[in-house]
């Protein structure tokens, strides 16, 4: 039924400012009827994390910003889904207009500043929707993970991470620590070794003791794909030695690739996602998988838009992947092409399963020409 929806209402929404037609699409999914999913193919099952993951193709952060459709999300086959950006006060983010696509290119550029409705209203949807305590690592009702931010006046950031740890411990299957969205001014600054580090302890501490009373929680790093290779050598050191349990690679590019067509929006100042991201994105995901040396899985974003993208990603290092702006001009049929193209390349592999293919083409990925 939505996906009838989906396909019916695509050039209509197109048609409309970018924003405008995400909160439509969010009204429509939480009208969605409350049907179950069709199980998935048994070689599509992941464990990562601790987590049993049905299918490894989640929503990334940026769709669902306050929490308010997960479920109808996980009703429609994702295999997981990530909330927020959420801060610890509401935040109104930058002024309208602040995304804007870039048609001829498949790709989209936003500087929305981690708008949202603060962590109280995502706390009450997310501890709704579940009243059942975690079971293996696992939140009753589907893998819901929340993107954390700080505020953009915040005093002390890292003590808005840690606070934001404490507050969603009891109701989330796992964190992701976001210190790469390039629309907060000076966020990116805890990127560097010995800020990284301090925060990391810090949450990893606040995950710790909220353990105890909440059960177990990954934490996750997302991280920008426009680090220098030496920067990435130090953020993946310090992942590594604060034992968070995997990385997130990688958000948006503030860069602007020469092929880009649409040259006069490209002047806009945010964030590209999308089809132009997917190069960069990919080259990074697969220098920090063999940076990584098994030490924790990856997860793949940027520029998915189809099954080979998605198996792209796998041989780059991905054990799990995360959309949003291919279904912006892919529609949801997008994500049935992505599982029936990785359940064809699971049979094809050893062992029936997805897993022989992480990673497989990184050596040769970072032996190429950077992508320009």
């Known amino acids: 039924m939505f996906g009838l929806f989906d396909r019916l209402s695509r050039p209509f929404l197109r048609a409309l400012d970018p924003e405008d037609a995400h909160g439509l699409a969010i009204r429509a999914l939480k009208l969605m009827p409350q049907s179950r999913p069709a199980a998935d193919a048994p070689e599509l099952a992941v464990r990562a994390f601790g987590l049993n993951f049905p299918n490894p193709v989640g929503v990334a952060a940026g769709f669902d910003k306050n929490a308010e459709v997960p479920d109808p999300l996980l009703r429609l086959g994702f295999g997981f889904v990530e909330v927020g950006t959420v801060t610890l006060r509401p935040q109104a983010g930058n002024p309208r207009p602040r995304v804007f696509r870039l048609a001829a290119d498949e790709g ?40 954390i931010g700080a505020n953009r006046d915040s005093a002390d950031r890292v003590e808005d991470y840690v606070r934001l740890i404490d507050t969603f411990a009891p109701v989330v299957s796992y964190f992701t620590v976001n210190v790469s969205s390039p629309n907060t001014p000076g966020l990116r600054d805890l990127q560097q070794e010995k800020a990284l580090d301090d925060l990391l302890a810090r949450v990893v501490a606040a995950r710790d003791a909220a353990q105890r009373r909440a059960g177990p929680a990954p934490i996750l790093l997302k991280i920008a794909p426009d680090l220098t290779l030496s920067e990435l050598d130090d953020v993946v050191g310090v992942a590594r030695r604060r034992g968070v349990d995997g990385m997130i690679v990688g958000n948006t590019t503030i860069g602007r690739p020469q092929s880009l067509r649409d040259r006069d929006t490209a002047k806009e100042a945010g964030g590209l996602s999308g089809r132009p991201l997917f190069k960069l994105a990919t080259r990074m995901l697969a220098e920090t998988f063999v940076r990584a040396e098994g030490a924790f899985p990856l997860m793949g974003a940027g520029g998915i838009d189809s099954g080979a993208t998605a198996i792209a990603k796998i041989k780059a290092g991905a054990t799990l992947l995360q959309l949003y702006s291919g279904l912006t001009y892919r529609g949801i049929g997008l994500l049935p092409e992505i599982k029936a193209a990785l359940v064809t390349a699971a049979k094809r592999g050893q062992r029936g399963s997805l897993a022989s293919m992480i990673g497989s083409d990184s050596a040769a990925i970072t032996a190429e020409s950077w992508p320009v």
């Open 108 to 147: 989209i550029i936003n500087r929305m500043g981690f708008n949202n409705q603060g962590a109280a209203a995502a706390l009450a949807r997310l501890a709704a929707r579940t009243r059942e305590p975690r079971h293996g690592g696992s939140i009753a009702g589907g893998i819901v993970g929340v993107n």
